[in-house]
Nanobody, 121 residues
Framework: VQLQASGGGLVQAGGSLRLSCAAL????????MSWFRQAPGKEREFVAA????????YYGDSVKGRFTISRDNAKNMVYLQMNSLKPEDTAVYYC???????????????WGQGTLVTVSS
């Protein structure tokens, strides 16, 4: 599956952004879809994941209560709604796909190209 992330940009602290990830491939609904992020000089960090059907989601501790992951299998899309953004959320955000993905980046076989989110204070 090929992934393309979009929706990043510059936003003030407290603001919101919605990231999108388009997937090319007929088996999109067979994959756990996740978002990771990587800030300069830091390890890639798990943000959120959603199960095949969308019925189960889980989040990294740093974004719980502020971010929401969702998916639309009919459109082969996954989204990340980010609210109450903080400067420490600044990073390149990547969508990723795996048949049984978890919070560990190296478990994922497929990655999008990343979209930059910058949160100003």
């Amino acid at each position: 599956v090929q992934l393309q992330a979009s929706g990043g940009g510059l936003v003030q602290a407290g603001g919101s952004l919605r990231l999108s990830c388009a997937a090319l491939g007929r088996t999109f609904s067979s994959y756990v879809m996740s978002w990771f992020r990587q800030a300069p000089g830091k390890e890639r960090e798990f943000v959120a994941a959603i199960s095949w059907s969308g019925g189960y989601t889980y989040y990294g501790d740093s974004v719980k209560g502020r971010f929401t992951i969702s998916r639309d299998n009919a459109k082969n899309m996954v989204y990340l709604q980010m609210n109450s953004l903080k400067p420490e959320d600044t990073a390149v955000y990547y969508c990723a796909a795996d048949p049984s993905g978890g919070p560990i980046a190296y478990e994922y076989d497929y990655w999008g190209q990343g979209t930059l989110v910058t949160v100003s204070s």
